[in-house]
């Protein structure tokens, strides 16, 4: 399959914890986006990478946060001290450098903090 | 602050009749406009999209939207609709900065 992946699935986790989410995008693509999607809302964006470089955050991207893109190839995500608000589905997605150039979505992590 | 709104919660329609998924844009300069469809506890489907040229645009699954300057609009639509195309469908667009800003969402339940 050569679409983007993103590991794990399925995540639940306990206040406080910290936890970690990794994507990777189609081979070729140099851009790489995060976006949040809570229940019943559409997915809003939180932060994206051209090659290794993060060049845009949301104010939704707190000092929780953190994204890396170290080889310019797979991405992380990393949320530390868990919130019930953190709960959602974490997509990522890639496209190649145009901005106008479609994005195409992973399946998405479904994150759950108890 | 540049935005798409989808006025309808949930669109109802008969397998067989024609569907139509409303999206209405307010953006400065030209509008990159997109149509992605959701599938239960999946990722985004990218379905088509509008960046310049031909105001009907052909994309998936046999679904195409029309880009509409005067009213704003991008609407998705589809000749016969399937019970399989039940699904959630979201308008975005993109400006310079490259991010994607997605409407709130529609729900198309097909029946029988």
């Known amino acids: 399959d050569t679409g983007v992946s993103q590991d794990p699935r399925h995540k639940i986790t306990k206040r406080g914890q910290n936890v970690t989410f990794r994507c990777d995008p189609i081979s070729e693509h140099n851009r790489l986006y995060w976006y949040r999607q809570t229940l019943g809302q559409g997915p809003e964006f939180l932060t994206y990478f051209q090659n290794e470089a993060q060049l845009e955050k949301s104010r939704l991207l707190s000092d929780r946060f953190s994204a890396e893109r170290p080889k310019g190839s797979f991405s992380t995500l990393e949320i530390q001290r868990t919130e019930q608000g953190d709960s959602a589905m974490y997509l990522c997605a890639s496209s190649t450098k145009q901005g106008t150039d479609t994005q195409y979505f992973g399946p998405g992590t479904r994150l759950t903090v108890l | 602050a540049q935005s798409v709104a989808q006025p309808e919660d949930q669109v109802n329609v008969a397998e067989g009749n024609p569907l139509t998924v409303k999206c209405t844009y307010s953006?400065?300069?030209?509008?990159?406009l997109f149509w992605y469809v959701q599938y239960p506890n999946r990722g985004l489907q990218f379905l088509l999209k509008y960046i310049t040229g031909d105001n009907l645009v052909k994309g998936s699954y046999g679904f195409e939207a029309e880009f509409n300057k005067s009213q704003t609009s991008f609407h998705l639509k589809k000749p016969s609709a399937l019970v399989s195309d039940s699904a959630l469908y979201f308008c975005?667009?993109?400006?310079?900065?490259?991010?994607?800003?997605f409407g709130t969402g529609t729900r198309l339940q097909v029946t029988l």
């Open positions: 953006v400065s300069g030209n509008p990159y």
């Open positions: 975005a667009h993109t400006g310079t900065a490259s991010k994607l800003t």
